[in-house]
């Protein structure tokens, strides 16, 4: 999945779309072109250096695949992973690395391992 969504990013997908459609192909799902539009506004932290999208993302696709109350559980996995990776969950933040992340393409690259891993494990866990 990871080298999915930087492809898509390098196409120019943003965060949160590349994402979506790495794990549209991962995962066998059928995203309709309006869950692509939607994502339009959350780039860059919603336009203000907030919530990196890939965060919304993670939170939408787990929604594609499990039920509410594992969706709820699995975010927080995700956001307390995410920050333990790369110390912050705002853009404006995670730009401020560049030099480690480059263009966010490394940060989309890690953050769709993420995903993988915790999906992975919680399907082994049903």
Known sequence: MKEKAVF???QGYNC???MLKAAEE???LEIPQECYDVCKGLNTGLGIGSTCSLIS???MIFGL???EKA???LRIRYIDAFHDLHKALNCSQLKSLREYYGNCSRLIGEAAELLEKITSEEKRNI
């Open 8 to 10: 898509y990013y390098n």
């Open 16 to 18: 949160s779309q590349c």
């Open 26 to 28: 991962h995962y066998g």
């Open 57 to 59: 993302a993670a939170t």
């Open 65 to 67: 695949l499990f039920d």
């Open 71 to 73: 969706v709820k559980r």
